[in-house]
């Protein structure tokens, strides 16, 4: 179980304010509403403020706006009843983002290699890696100082890890892959699989092409659970520093990612598609083959990028949902809008030409 | 192979009435096109009545009324020439997936530890539990009476699973995962890797947010493959009893699914998302985060859910499938929705005026 | 490091004509922007021939219309001073598939069963096969020879891996499933689950339909990471010879693929859905379940097809990108479409009668 903190050293660490009593012990972290004896909660969204009334937390992190509605001085004043303590930061979310470390239950990782791993003997390891049960590490690959390989993961030929990374158990991670420092990859990813080139060979087969490229991805990524990332076909598939990447995204071979993106489940890019620096793909948000996005795009929840996207901003596709009886009277005049744009056309003219007549006999 | 058994045996099983040889050796089942000598065949659906005529199923389940139609009464004559044995009952299509374990050709899970699995000291194992090759079971979790752990399966620090689940190989399941009984999981599928979750520190970068809930999954849930079920942020993500998911569906953090609800594939649910009991996500059905779906709601294939759905029924999205080249021309005017509206508008508002203006005149 | 070969011997390789020095070694290949000394590039596309002027590749491979450019007698005059060896083919991107293989970089499979591998006894392994660690083979399983199970593989009873298989890291094939020969299976992929069959009970819940099917997939088959093939209800699930799959793909219970079919990212065929030969499906293109598709049909990126197609061709579905502001006012008007076509149709029918009255009156 976690163990528990003084309300004085949560304080600290964060650099907030503390109004309440120092010696409270915190065991845990929660919401508003779920929050019990003995746990911190955090107030980051104006629409929760009226469960601070209600909160069983024993302390709050809020923003000193909030506090002024405590005191009754602010527009919330349902919220006055709140009797806890309370740490005051400007960004409450960041705050509980960042002591969120303290209370995290996945089991320490303890330096030392497993008998059942598979280690080649020319593969390198640094200092206090952890490396779980039927690891697998081929020939010169690189294992960073602190890193953490879980149960049956693959790192295969050449491929380097950085220091202080979390591959979980049952990663895949091809030869020749780079990974800075500080990368986590979920359960399930696989890294550096082939990327889907084939050229016809003129006879209706498919013939393949051995992607010879390898991947390179930067300083503290994140990698979600069933996500795949193809080598290159010819140089490398490039991930930036600082790239969240949720689960079941598909990065494609010789994609291009900069720096600070954040690809939500689903979304992907296709062959040698380029993204900018913090960009944002929303949920099954998708770019095809060799288009480019500038930075700071957001793509919103099923967009489809078929063209090179040169201005920042937010872009969405798609059609809102619909009962499916309206769904069905309606969907059937998207293949007639052409059609109701010609008509419209042609009645606008009838009537042009009306009203012309009309100024002409009068 | 499957063993075999005689028509009258599987006709009390069912409770089915009988017409024909109750020693009839049944081996297999197969639809009735393809069935052939030894084999049970079942008519669900009335337009593969006329099958029944030329169908070389040794047996077929169906409905009286389709019984009818073999004695030339009711109007599928056709089929008056099925000579084979039948098995009576109101509901074929439930008697052929009852029956249907009879015949399942997936080896029994012989109980047994094999050597090769990592075991650790302080999980608990329930009587009769077959563990195959490589499985890892980490510190204090349990695994239930009767439960297969199929090979390289890894189960993550106190988490438990239910009696007689079904683990396949290669399925990972991080700490602090709660699965009921008679739970299945396929191959690749990953429970209780971290959620999504990260806020923006203000510099451009984004700072983890530890993910330091569970997940709770119910009693007789099937999860195919592919599949992720993320842990919660804070609380758990929650999954009620009788589920069925497909494969690679997306359960995002603090997911609440009610009971019996139906997951296609490439459906998904993002965080926080809240959906009552016995909903539909057809095929690549998404619902974006902290939306709620009231019971008994459908989303066809493909559709988008972005706000929350409070009447039961059924609900779509997107555009009919054309010709490419017949899209490009109805596309592109999605693009002028908004401006042919508001011109159809005042084409309306000018014959208006026309027809006023007629009235005064005349 | 991947060896390097005389341009003699590529040429010949390719049966291209050669105009440089036969000798010069060539060590790798690479994109005409981002090849250097000791590497051959190719022309492929048009678009790229200004690029030949600044290559600093060793050897080009192109076609003889952009030889002629090179002699300034073509249009392409900028790319007259590359300076470079040219290999001369009809179809260079053909020829840099086919010698892409000298030039692939995975480590070479080496015959031989790693003694951490767990085989039945009753399995029958061809020769020279390569198994790789903690690799399970089930009973009555068949590996042809020379085939590869890279770490951690699964192959499940009375399946059957044909000769000259490449079967990654962390695959999982599940019972009764037939591979072809020259089968590539990537990291992740699941071959075999159970397909999504459930049977309302009548009471509320699912009854699990025991997948009682196989699946057979034929020769020279490529299957991308994390990708699902369940095995049939009834039957089996198929899939022809020279079918390529990608990441992320869903192929469901008895879906029938032709020969020589292109499947693209996240594209998947729900149940009993049959497409013929020579089809594509591009990224995230879906067919619902029980339809049919006629050979050489092309659905472009995230089609859905909802409804059987017997002609051949290239069909979409979708709505185009736009900034979100202009999207929200176009998506609104999609639920007023049918309520627009019926406006349309009135005014229209306004201005027949007020012509006809015209008419009358004049």
């Known amino acids: ?11 600290a660490f964060l650099g907030a304010e503390l109004r309440g009593d120092a010696t409270l012990r915190i065991s845990g972290l929660n919401t508003l509403q779920d929050a019990g ?23 709050v992190i809020l923003a000193a706006k909030h506090l002024n509605s405590q005191t009754g001085a602010g527009r919330d004043v349902d919220s006055t009843l709140y009797q806890g303590a309370v740490l005051i930061l400007d960004n409450p979310y960041l705050g509980y983002a960042r002591v969120s470390q303290w209370f995290d239950r996945a089991p320490k990782a303890v330096p030392g290699i497993h008998p059942s791993a598979v280690i080649a003997d ?20 690189v294992i960073g100082a602190g890193s953490y390989l879980g149960a049956g993961a693959y790192i295969g030929a050449r491929s380097k890890v950085g220091e202080n990374a979390r591959i979980s158990a049952n990663v895949t991670i091809y030869h020749d892959v780079v990974l800075g420092q500080g990368v986590t990859v979920h359960s399930g990813s696989v890294i550096g699989a082939d990327g889907f080139g084939f ?28 996500t795949t990332i193809d080598r290159g076909a010819l140089g490398d ?20 990612i900069g720096d600070n993106c954040a690809l939500a489940a689903y979304s992907g890019l296709a062959g040698s598609a380029t993204m900018g620096n ?50 069905r009277k309606n969907a059937v005049r998207m293949s007639q809008l052409d059609a109701m744009a010609k008509r419209l056309k042609n009645v606008e003219l009838i009537e042009e030409q009306a009203k012309d007549s009309g100024n002409e006999q009068g």
């Open 37 to 59: 004896a003995g746990q911190l909660a955090f107030l980051a969204n104006e629409k929760y403020s009226s469960q601070l009334r209600s909160s069983k937390a024993s302390a």
């Open 199 to 226: 050229a016809p060979d003129g006879t209706g087969n498919w013939l393949k092409i051995y992607q010879i490229g390898g991947v390179q991805i930067g300083d503290n990524v994140e990698v979600g659970a069933c």
């Open 122 to 141: 020319s593969a390198s390891l640094g200092e206090a890696v952890a490396i779980g049960a039927n690891v697998v590490v081929e020939a010169d690959a």
């Open 1 to 11: 179980m976690p163990e528990a903190y003084s309300l004085g050293e949560i304080a």
């Open 278 to 327: 913090n960009c944002i793909l929303a949920g099954d948000a998708c770019v095809v083959g060799h288009v480019t996005i500038c930075d700071n795009v957001q793509i919103t929840a099923r967009g489809l990028v078929t063209k090179s996207i040169t201005e920042p901003g937010s872009y969405s596709s798609g059609m809102p949902l619909m009962k499916t009886r309206e769904w």
């Open 237 to 256: 598939t490039r991930i930036g520093n600082g790239v969240i990447v949720d689960n079941h995204v598909q990065i494609a071979h010789n994609v291009v």
